[in-house]
């Protein structure tokens, strides 16, 4: 931080009446004293928190209310609350940074000055903080903005988006060279004049400002905070290298797929795949005529929409199931008062088609606002919602500083567990909307082959779109070998290549790199909450003995845990404990493991392993992929 003498008077310190003391006391009283007046500073932070809480209720309350709030008046801004919020962080990490931490005795006062005194974008000072979100509000436009318009149609129809105008045409194309050239007109488009590129190197130089405030040399560490770990990049790379036998296997068979989905193009069959072709692919994972073939077309598997509605017949049911499955570990009861004063349906002209659950957070109280849409995909959203409301009420107790989760992506992949769970033939069937409670082993691979392109095709993506932000803050990617050097982990760690010859002047990254720029938004969130999931996943399903390995009545990939009281136990012991410990020590109460692994993942996965490894031998197609350099430097 920029704040000098040690004893200089902010808004807090004022508050507080007190510098720290630095002589004259004894050891003992010293350290005492020393310990009141940074608790002083932290309960005066709480109470501006508190009345941060309360704006955010008002807003929920006016949201809820056809604008006008229950409370009286006119609720707050949004932005208000951004301000007060960057404020209270700004100041207080500031009054906490001169705290000799190793003078604090209390553990958990210890822990909390860590945390709050350093911060990421809200450690920048006012301007350098407002320019960070305009930044941020251009690469969102990038992906949502209307901008990209093909120049044979420009006078007749409106210009389209990325996502999800043209993401959703992508999905649906059956020529190649209309997805190559969609491809190429976004790029083109959103880096006429360098665009993308100044967006993204400026916001770079915020990033390595507020490392700087942190003290920390190495830009990355800020990035990386709260994960504790010397090089956590590297820990992610070798999860990468340990499902890459799994991948290696998906992406031959994938290949094999395009090349007779497109025959005209010759598309190497020991060749990286077309990033238009994988962009296609991922957004295909269940999509009803995808170009790839599922491992049995004539055993597809069971619609369940019509039964949904059935059964379930409105969004509060379904709601209100998803909490039943939270309630049936033994964890929080969501009360008829919860239903009837925090929980809100969405108006249908802001919901819109990617609709998706918003938790409110305003101590003591939780709220939702739930879609107006019934379908599976946001039964399954709901699911992880409750997961995190469920992580609000629990961690509420702490306090301030301690009162999140432990890590980035740490309750996203507790979410993701109950999703998995929730998703299961098994559990389906305990909704009735599956007759029976488990699937024929044809269709069991299919609904595996389906998930393995939803999530063994996005993990890597996520790795190499945290890779190379982080390379290029730490300086380890100059500005000229921005395209190249990411089209070279594109290759080496997912086996894909631009679809035509690239110059380092193009800047290729994909609109989900955009999309983890801001920090509450990381690749390296999605990527632990995948990881991290799987391999809570595999410990629930052990400890509620729903998974017995080797036994093909109880598969991991069929593992419904609800109703057990001992996965119940572990999530609540996780959930209390906040960000009062590392992450490492709180990961270690359910899965006995210390570091991320993809176990889980391979555990999950392994009968569509086998049999990717049987159909690929069959089909002579050999996993792996020759590296083409389609990127060269200028002269």
């Not at 500031?94 to 553990?107: F, G, I, K």
């Not at 499955?325 to 008829?336: A, K, Q, R, T």
């Not at 035509?500 to 999605?526: C, E, I, L, Q």
């Amino acid at each position: 931080m920029f704040w000098q003498p040690f004893c200089l008077v902010l808004l807090l310190l004022a508050v507080t009446g007190d510098c720290v003391p630095q002589s004259s006391l004894s050891a003992s009283n010293h350290s005492a004293e020393y310990e009141a007046s940074t608790r002083r500073i932290l309960d005066v932070a709480t109470q501006r928190m508190r009345g941060i809480w309360e704006m955010r209720k008002r807003i929920f309350l006016q949201l809820t209310s056809k604008g006008k709030s229950t409370l009286g008046g006119q609720a707050p801004s949004k932005q208000e609350v951004d301000i007060e919020t960057y404020k209270l962080a700004y100041e207080l990490a500031a009054n906490l940074s001169v705290v000799s931490v190793e003078q604090l005795r209390d553990p958990k006062l210890r822990r909390r000055v860590q945390r709050l005194a350093k911060l990421q974008l809200q450690g920048l000072r006012p301007n350098d903080y407002e320019q960070s979100k305009d930044l941020l509000r251009a690469m969102q436009n990038f992906i949502s903005g209307h901008m990209i318009c093909n120049a044979e149609d420009c006078a007749n129809r409106k210009p389209t988006s990325m996502y999800p105008q043209l993401y959703n045409q992508n999905m649906r194309l059956k020529r190649y060279e209309d997805l190559r050239g969609n491809w190429y007109s976004w790029r083109n488009t959103i880096n006429d004049k360098d665009t993308a590129k100044s967006t993204f190197i400026d916001y770079v130089r915020l990033l390595r400002i507020a490392a700087t405030y942190n003290g920390h040399v190495t830009p990355s560490r800020t990035w990386y905070l709260n994960f504790d770990t010397e090089n956590f990049q590297a820990e992610m790379e070798s999860v990468i290298w340990e499902i890459m036998p799994l991948y290696r296997e998906l992406h031959a068979y994938l290949r094999h797929c395009a090349i007779k989905a497109y025959p005209k193009f010759s598309f190497k069959d020991d060749g990286a795949i077309t990033a238009p072709v994988l962009d296609q692919i991922l957004s295909q994972a269940w999509y009803h005529k995808p170009i790839f073939q599922t491992p049995f077309p004539k055993d597809q598997l069971p619609s369940v929409h019509h039964r949904l509605e059935e059964v379930l017949v409105t969004p509060v049911k379904i709601n209100k199931k998803a909490a039943e499955f939270f309630e049936s570990l033994g964890l929080n009861h969501m009360s008829d008062g919860f239903y009837e004063k925090y929980s809100r349906r969405m108006n249908d002209d802001e919901a819109g088609s990617d609709c998706k659950p918003q938790v409110y957070y305003f101590p003591p109280e939780v709220a939702l606002r739930y879609c107006p849409k019934l379908d599976y995909k946001k039964m399954m959203q709901i699911h992880g919602t409750m997961s995190e409301l469920q992580y609000n009420i629990y961690k509420r107790e702490l306090p301030l500083g301690l009162d999140t989760e432990p890590c980035p992506g740490f309750g996203s992949a507790l979410a993701e567990t109950v999703v998995l769970a929730s998703g299961t033939p098994r559990h389906l069937h305990r909704l009735k909307i599956l007759f029976n409670d488990s699937l024929t082993e044809m269709q069991s691979l299919n609904r595996l082959f389906r998930m393995g392109v939803h999530t063994l095709l996005a993990v890597p993506q996520y790795f190499i779109n945290d890779k190379f932000l982080v390379d290029v803050m730490d300086g380890r990617i100059g500005v000229q070998d921005y395209n190249c050097a990411y089209w070279r982990m594109q290759d080496k760690y997912a086996g894909v290549m631009p679809p035509v010859w690239r110059s380092a002047k193009d800047f290729d990254v994909d609109y989900r790199f955009y999309r983890g720029m801001h920090p509450d938004r990381s690749n390296t969130r999605k990527f632990m909450a995948e990881i991290l999931g799987f391999q809570f996943y595999r410990s629930f399903c052990l400890a509620s003995g729903q998974y017995k390995p080797g036994d093909p009545k109880f598969p991991l990939h069929n593992c419904d845990f609800y109703d057990s009281k001992e996965v119940g136990n572990l999530i609540r012991e996780m959930m209390e404990l906040g960000a009062t410990r590392h992450w490492r020590d709180t990961m270690e109460i359910a899965t006995g493991e210390r570091k991320l692994s993809g176990r889980g993942i391979l555990e999950y996965f392994a009968p569509l392993f086998t049999w990717l490894k049987e159909r690929n031998m069959q089909l002579d197609v050999e996993p792996g992929w020759d590296a083409d350099d389609l990127c060269r430097k200028d002269p």
